[in-house]
């Protein structure tokens, strides 16, 4: 791994030239991408153009909930314009307003002299033309943008799952008008990848083909690989990541059927079936209608004639009946209101058992973390390897500092606070009390112990010692009395002690340290967290550099590496790698 000192030198010098014009970290801007096409010297177009987003500027708040608006201005004239804007669907009114009018100063100072001009943020796109662009499909024009790329082992597997969901997510928004949007969101993983969210918009004046047919471009020209990216067209777009971009609260609102209305009663409805009569082919008396009486039918006379008693024969005994059809079934016996279960005893029994459970479950880690955080502190000192002559007596820093006096305290950070201690031989030192309640920086501190103890050099903070005692865990350094170099830089008086020789100095010595490090030290170590607060002063303000608690030791002819963990400050790494950290915890 080669470093070159004058690439170096000019880096630092670069930094430290533009951290001297700010007194505080400013927010990044938003992520944007202007496309910018037909010159124009015109000057009442751009009067148009101007008028244009002035309206767009200042729409209905109904407008910016929906997410889309259209301007024109002059129309029939050679020096009409046509504008509008699309919001990303989860927004509310006043975030896509917001956006809305960061785009029109975007606009106007990116591509001011143009007739056709187009730009996208991450949650909205702002366009005009000379020519008429309302419901008409427009995919000339692209752009993308993408994240760090995805490990090689997983790349097939993700590219795959990729293509699957954006095929059924297309017909999905093509067809989709939610509340005046044109829009599909999905959310899918594999077992052996992060959750994969997708999102696919278009302007809702575009039909259904049209949409798809955007759409379709959009997906061919979407870089796959990625950790999350973004194909951008004026009329479209789609973009998908491995953490949450989108709100998931109001997509849900959006994408929820509406409630079905509450039915009429039958008495208010003309020709309701319960007033419309009826027949039944048993001409029951259930019928709505009266049933007409039945005619009797003809007798036929008989010519009397006498009948022998012998023929005549005693009218039939009426059939016996049977007792299984005079006697109703017995009825079934009634169950009492206490052999019947209540729905409120079985919830609670289930939210009981769940309580215990997670109970159970979070007791049993706080022990088994607990128990591993003791067993780090036992082992911690043995675990040293190349320091057991550089061991403190707990009671000697404890005596140094004033027992931890908060009028020796010289700075706090993430896994400690520093005080200024004189031990007895009256040197000064500065003492790194690492705090006694994250167990997570036992590994911090054996490195930072094995890697300064093995290095020697005029620019790098030395290390005097460490102690470890029960769950204390402390560093011992030189003392650097003029602070660190923020201190100087930060400070409106104090930054006129920096002339630029003296920064030229500091600039060319911090270089000398860093090349010691990647080329001449016996371990070749990147630090992987090198900052201004992390550069110390010493009395003649020599710079020092210090903290190699992230720091990595590589092979001394290996030239890269795979990191299994993001490592720095979250202001000082890459975009990229901020995003990732935005999600999880780095």
Request: net charge positive; proline share 8%; with cysteine.
């Amino acid at each position: 791994m080669s470093v070159s000192l004058t690439a170096s030198v000019f880096l630092l010098m670069c930094l430290l030239l533009n951290i001297s014009c700010k007194s505080e970290a400013q927010p990044s801007p938003s992520r944007n991408i202007s496309a910018c096409y037909t010159p124009s010297n015109s000057s009442p177009y751009q009067e148009n153009v101007k008028t244009v987003l002035s309206s767009l500027t200042s729409k209905h708040t109904s407008d910016y909930l929906a997410g889309f608006a259209t301007a024109v201005a002059r129309q029939g004239t050679p020096d009409q314009v046509f504008g509008l804007f699309l919001c990303r669907a989860d927004l509310s009114s006043a975030s896509c307003q917001a956006c809305v009018t960061n785009a029109s100063e975007g606009i106007l100072l990116g591509c001011a002299g143009y007739k056709d001009s187009t730009i996208w943020y991450d949650l909205c796109m702002l366009t005009y033309n000379y020519q008429p662009i309302v419901s008409t499909l427009r995919v000339s024009t692209h752009a993308c943008w993408y994240e760090y790329n995805i490990s090689d082992a997983t790349t097939t597997s993700f590219k795959k799952l990729l293509k699957v969901t954006l095929e059924a997510l297309i017909p999905n928004a093509a067809g989709a008008q939610l509340a005046g949007k044109k829009f599909a969101v999905n959310r899918t993983s594999l077992a052996e990848l992060w959750p994969l969210y997708t999102l696919a918009q278009c302007t809702p004046d575009l039909t259904a083909p049209n949409c798809s047919q955007c759409l379709q471009a959009a997906a061919e020209k979407l870089p796959l690989g990625k950790g999350g990216a973004m194909s951008l067209l004026q009329s479209c777009n789609i973009r998908y990541s491995n953490y949450l971009f989108y709100n998931e609260t109001t997509v849900a609102e959006l994408l929820s059927p509406p409630p079905a209305p509450a039915p009429r009663s039958a008495e208010a409805i003309p020709n309701s079936p319960a007033l419309v009569p009826r027949y039944r082919a048993n001409l029951s008396f259930d019928s709505d209608l009266p049933v007409p009486p039945v005619p009797p039918e003809p007798m036929i006379p008989l010519d009397p004639a006498p009948i022998s008693p012998l023929l005549r024969s005693p009218p039939p005994a009426p059939a016996p009946r049977s007792p299984l059809l005079l006697s109703p079934p017995p009825a079934p016996a009634p169950r009492s209101a206490e052999d019947i279960p209540r729905p409120g005893v079985i919830v609670a029994i289930i939210i009981a058992a769940i309580s215990v459970t997670v109970v159970l479950f979070l007791i049993l880690c706080c022990f088994l973390r607990r128990r591993h955080g003791f067993k780090q502190y036992k082992n911690v000192a043995k675990d040293i390897k190349t320091a057991e002559a550089m061991q403190f007596d707990f009671a000697a820093i404890q005596a140094a500092t004033s027992n931890f006096s908060a009028d020796n305290e010289l700075g706090k950070g993430g896994f400690g606070v520093v005080y200024k201690g004189r031990l007895q031989d009256g040197q000064d030192v500065a003492v790194k009390r690492l705090f006694r309640s994250s167990f997570n920086c036992c590994a911090e501190f054996k490195n930072e112990v094995e890697v300064v103890a093995k290095l020697q050099h005029r620019n790098l903070v030395r290390l005097l010692g460490f102690c470890v005692e029960g769950e204390e865990k402390i560093l011992i350094f030189e003392y650097m009395p003029n602070r660190s170099l923020d201190y100087f830089l930060f400070d409106s008086e104090k930054r006129g002690l920096l002339d630029w020789s003296r920064r030229y100095s500091i600039i060319s010595e911090i270089a000398q340290g860093m090349l010691y490090l990647h080329e001449y030290s016996r371990l070749r170590i990147i630090h992987r967290d090198l900052k201004i607060g992390n550069i110390l002063l010493d009395a003649n303000m020599h710079p020092k550099i210090s903290d190699f608690g992230m720091a990595r030791i590589v092979g001394v002819d290996q030239t890269q590496g795979t990191a299994s963990k993001i490592a720095g400050t979250l202001d000082y790494i890459r975009q990229e790698e901020q995003f990732l950290c935005s999600s999880r915890q780095c």
